[in-house]
């Protein structure tokens, strides 16, 4: 009798502790998350731990499947105002740098796979301030009578601006610029005296 109640709470034992393996009560996927967002950034930046300290929150899209190409993402920033002159936060996808936002909201558009989605506050110097959030997202294609979610906001106010990118007509001015300064002083060292040794 004693010999078949030890088995049934051995039994009971091994049913029991695998679910309770697995039921963390800290999620060790988002701290691996929010690490690899944090790599993405300037280990030398700002990260303040004062309670008035900036803080950014990605609130959606949320961990999951998203249907149709158009993603809403939507961020709350504490302690920070991104619509301030010059203030903003960095979009990052799959560890590329989407660009800045100015407002709370940006609207991208994904092909269907499975994306990182990186979310960092941005200082007016264009550098990245604390500790960045994010979320892994699968976006499939919406078939017909799949619901899709409305735009929260009209696209044209929820753009993504590059980050500093130089285009070919800032290059071309840039290269153009460089050789007539090297020609003028070639050209100008040569029509100056020449001293006597």
């Known amino acids: 009798m004693v010999l078949r109640l030890l088995l049934g709470c051995l039994f009971l034992f091994a049913l029991v502790l695998p679910v309770a393996a697995q039921s963390p009560t800290s999620t060790p996927t988002d701290n691996d998350l929010i690490a690899e967002c944090a790599r993405l950034l300037a280990p ?3 990260i303040s731990t004062a309670p008035d300290a900036p803080t950014i929150q990605l609130l959606s899209p949320t961990e999951g499947t998203v249907y149709g190409s158009a993603v809403t993402v939507n961020i709350q920033p504490d302690n920070y105002d991104v619509t301030s002159e010059g203030r903003h936060w960095h979009l990052w996808v ?5 660009g800045m936002v100015y407002q709370p909201t940006a609207i991208i558009d994904l092909e269907p796979g499975t994306y990182t989605l990186c979310v960092s506050l941005g200082n007016t110097q264009h550098a990245d301030i604390g500790m960045p959030d994010g979320v892994r ?3 499939e294609q919406a078939l017909a009578g799949t619901p899709t979610a409305t735009l929260a906001v009209d696209r044209a106010a929820a753009q ?3 980050e500093g990118a130089v285009g070919p007509g800032q290059m071309l001015i840039l290269v153009v610029g460089g050789l007539l300064a090297a020609v003028g002083g070639w050209w100008l060292g040569n029509k100056m005296p020449k001293g006597k040794k």
């Open 44 to 46: 030398d930046r700002p």
């Open 94 to 98: 799959n560890g590329q740098l989407m």
């Open 137 to 139: 997202i699968t976006v």
């Open 160 to 162: 993504v601006q590059p």
